[in-house]
C-alpha cells in the first residue's frame, strides 16, 4: 500500500487479538484472508486521512493521545494483576510441594496401619461426615494422608501459639 507495509508481526498480533476475542479457538484461513484485507483496508483509511492533513489537527491529536494514554494505564493495570496473581500461584506451588513431601516424610514417621486407617474412616461415617463417602477400598490412601495431615496439624498447633 503506497509505500507502508504491513509486517508479519503485526499480522499475526492481530491474529493473536482475534483468537483472544474467540477464546483461543484456531482462526481459519478464510478468517485469516479477511484479517488481513482489514487491516489493509484500515491502512488505506488513515493514509487517506493523513493526506487530508486530519494527522495535523490538535484536536484529534489530542484525542489519539488521550487514548493510548488510557489503554496504557489500563494495560498497566492489568499486568500488576497478573504479576500479583503470579505471586499467589508461586506461593501456591511451594506450599503444595513442600506439604505433600512433608505429608510423605511424617506418614512414614508414624506408621499408621490400615487398622487405624480403617477405624478413622469408620468413625466418618458415624459422625456422619462421610455422608456418601466412597468405599474404604477406594479411599484409604487419602483417608490416610488426612489423617497424617490433622496429626502434623495439630502437632504444629501444640509447638505455636495459634489462635483461630
Not at 494505564?73 to 506461593?91: D, N, P, T, V, W
Not at 477400598?137 to 496429626?151: K, S, Y
Request: glycine share 8%; proline share 2%.
Amino acid at each position: 500500500m503506497n509505500k507502508q507495509k504491513i509486517t508479519l508481526k503485526e499480522f499475526e498480533l492481530q491474529l493473536q487479538m482475534v483468537q483472544g476475542m474467540r477464546q483461543g479457538q484456531p482462526v481459519d484461513l478464510g478468517s485469516r484472508r479477511a484479517i488481513l484485507e482489514q487491516m489493509v483496508k484500515q491502512e488505506l483509511l488513515v493514509q487517506e486521512a493523513g493526506k487530508m492533513g486530519l494527522d495535523k489537527k490538535a484536536e484529534l491529536r489530542s484525542r489519539i493521545q488521550e487514548q493510548i494514554t488510557q489503554y496504557r494505564e489500563e494495560l498497566k493495570a492489568r499486568i500488576a494483576m497478573e504479576q500479583s496473581q503470579l505471586g499467589q500461584i508461586e506461593k501456591a506451588v511451594r506450599s503444595r510441594i513442600l506439604i505433600e513431601e512433608l505429608l510423605a516424610v511424617k506418614g512414614k514417621e508414624y506408621g499408621i496401619t490400615e487398622k487405624q486407617v480403617k477405624g478413622y474412616y469408620d468413625d466418618l461415617k458415624k459422625k456422619g461426615q462421610g455422608g456418601s463417602l466412597p468405599p474404604f477400598e477406594q479411599v484409604w490412601a487419602r483417608v490416610r494422608q488426612q489423617m497424617v495431615l490433622d496429626r502434623v496439624s495439630d502437632e504444629a498447633k501444640e509447638k505455636n501459639d495459634v489462635q483461630v
